[in-house]
């Protein structure tokens, strides 16, 4: 894998995350799902940034590193939408197992829910199918509640951004380019001279993808793709509200 050289990949990232602070500024703050709820002013559609207090940046500057890039409906024709996708993430709130979750409608409960069962060894009546086909019966989601509930207490306490980006759904979406690059950028897949490694105590640790595991992130999508160096001036194009044209010119 062909990778852009080290000093140039920490430029890029330094750049980064020098927008994720201007973002971040601009919206007040981060928010946690724990403390989010449909009726805030959530965009149609956009790209999130997920961080994780324990997780510091180590080589390109201080503060959190991304831990999680995510979009929701990329498909042409889709009515997904950003909070719905976050919703998904956060789980359940009341109903029939309150504090829950279905990690089979959120990849990214399903890889944190399997590396808690690697760490900390969970009895298999509480394992259930985790995991196994789309849907599951009610004695299944009931045996697996238990560890719905401790994923939902681990997302719901992540910090995160997000970024509204109001496109069409299809193969040309500007959240999916945003979001396929960002991951290529920060991940430490098969890299030679990694970048903000992962702590020692990082959940993703022990996941059972060893794509989360090298990558740093809980991602495992475009982890061991190259990226587009492009993407960057786009996005700081949307987070500053000036034309893509004029950063494009200006970018250094």
């Given amino acids: 894998m062909d990778k852009a050289t080290y000093q140039t990949r920490l430029k890029d990232i330094q750049r980064l995350y020098g927008i994720l602070d201007e973002l971040?500024?601009?919206?007040?703050?981060?928010?946690?799902l724990g403390y989010c709820h449909g009726r805030m002013d959530w965009p149609k559609r956009g790209v999130y940034f997920f961080f994780e207090p324990g997780e510091r940046r180590s080589d390109s500057g201080e503060g959190m590193r991304v831990t999680r890039v995510g979009t929701h409906g990329l498909k042409e024709g889709s009515s997904s939408t950003?909070?719905?996708?976050?919703?998904?993430?956060?789980?359940?709130?009341?109903?029939?197992?309150?504090?829950?979750?279905n990690h089979r409608g959120s990849v990214f409960r399903l890889h944190v829910g399997t590396a808690l069962l690697e760490r900390d060894e969970w009895p298999e009546k509480f394992a259930g199918e985790w995991g196994s086909g789309s849907s599951a019966?009610?004695?299944?989601?009931?045996?697996?509640?238990?560890?719905?509930?401790?994923?939902?207490?681990y997302i719901r306490q992540i910090p995160f951004l997000w970024l509204g980006?109001?496109?069409?759904?299809?193969?040309?979406?500007?959240r999916g380019y945003?979001?396929?690059?960002?991951?290529?950028?920060?991940?430490?897949?098969?890299?030679?001279?990694?970048?903000?490694?992962?702590?020692?105590?990082?959940?993703?640790?022990?996941?059972?993808?060893n794509e989360i595991e090298e990558s740093g992130l809980w991602n495992v999508n475009h982890v061991a793709?190259?990226?587009?160096?492009?993407?960057?001036y786009i996005l700081e194009a949307l987070v500053s509200d000036k034309p893509i044209r004029e950063i494009k010119k200006t970018g250094s």
């Fill in 225 to 232: 793709e190259e990226y587009d160096p492009g993407f960057i």
């Fill in 165 to 174: 980006v109001g496109d069409t759904p299809g193969p040309n979406s500007l």
């Fill in 178 to 209: 945003i979001e396929k690059n960002t991951i290529a950028l920060l991940s430490n897949y098969e890299v030679r001279q990694p970048i903000d490694l992962p702590s020692e105590g990082w959940l993703g640790r022990w996941a059972t993808s």
């Fill in 137 to 153: 019966s009610t004695s299944v989601r009931d045996a697996e509640y238990p560890l719905e509930k401790a994923v939902s207490d």
């Fill in 24 to 32: 971040r500024e601009k919206q007040g703050g981060y928010r946690k």
């Fill in 82 to 101: 950003l909070w719905g996708r976050l919703r998904q993430h956060r789980g359940t709130l009341s109903g029939k197992r309150p504090g829950g979750g």
